[in-house]
């Protein structure tokens, strides 16, 4: 079983930027792919960005290209998430969430994702 907490989200004015950290219990959390969601109110949750077990893959969304950036630290359970230039577009629940599938691919997909956390609240002001 794999549990998952985020933390870094905040109030943050457009043009800022917020890390947003994943940490993981489990010891299979360093193989397994992982993946940055959001959901804004009203809105259908999203793909951000993901990551394969050994970071050297990864996936972003058109949205986020040249802003966001996802790695992960197995050493330390953590996947991070560094978000630059935040537009209030971006604002929403922030979601990390692991495939279990040891040494599997990056997927963009959330159906392909079993385990989530709860979410971090992001919040760009304008």
């Known amino acids: 079983q794999v549990q998952l907490v985020e933390s870094g989200g905040g109030l943050v004015q457009a043009g800022g930027s917020l890390r947003l950290s994943c940490t993981a219990s489990g010891r299979t959390f360093s193989s397994l792919p992982t993946g940055w969601f959001r959901q804004a109110p009203g809105k259908e949750r999203e793909f951000v960005a993901a990551?394969?077990?050994?970071?050297?893959?990864?996936y972003h969304a058109d949205s986020v290209k040249g802003r966001f950036t996802i790695s992960r630290d197995n050493a330390k359970n953590t996947v991070n998430l560094q978000m630059n230039s935040l537009k209030p577009a971006d604002t929403g629940v922030y979601y990390c969430?692991?495939?279990?599938?040891?040494?599997?691919?990056?997927?963009?997909?959330?159906?392909?994702?079993?385990?989530w956390g709860q979410g971090t609240q992001v919040t760009v002001s304008s």
């Open positions: 990551i394969n077990w050994s970071g050297d893959i990864t």
């Open positions: 969430a692991a495939v279990h599938n040891p040494r599997g691919a990056a997927r963009r997909s959330y159906i392909a994702y079993d385990y």
